[in-house]
C-alpha cells in the first residue's frame, strides 16, 4: 500500500491537476497521506472530530461574513456563488 500511495503520490496527483480535476486531486492526496502518514493522520483525524462543531460555527459566521460583502457583486453578476469548505487533513499535516 505505501508503494503504490508513493506511486500515486508521484504520478496521478499531478496529473489530475493539470487536467483541472481537482476533486481527484485532493482526493488522491488525501489517500496517499492516509497511507504514507499512518499515526499522525489518524491523530489529526480524532482531534478534527472533537473540534467539528467550532469548525462549523466558524464556518456559518465566514460564510455569512461573506455574503454580506459580497451583495453588491452578485447584484451586478461579477459574483455567481462562493462556496466555502474545510482545509482538507492532508493540507493540515504540512
Known sequence: QRRIAEETRAVFVPLSERLGIHVWKTEFEELCCRYLNGYAYEVLTEVNQQTVIARQRNLRYLEQYFGTLLI???????????????EPVHTQLR
Open 72 to 86: 453588491d457583486y452578485r447584484d451586478d453578476g461579477s459574483i455567481r456563488d462562493i462556496e466555502l469548505a474545510e
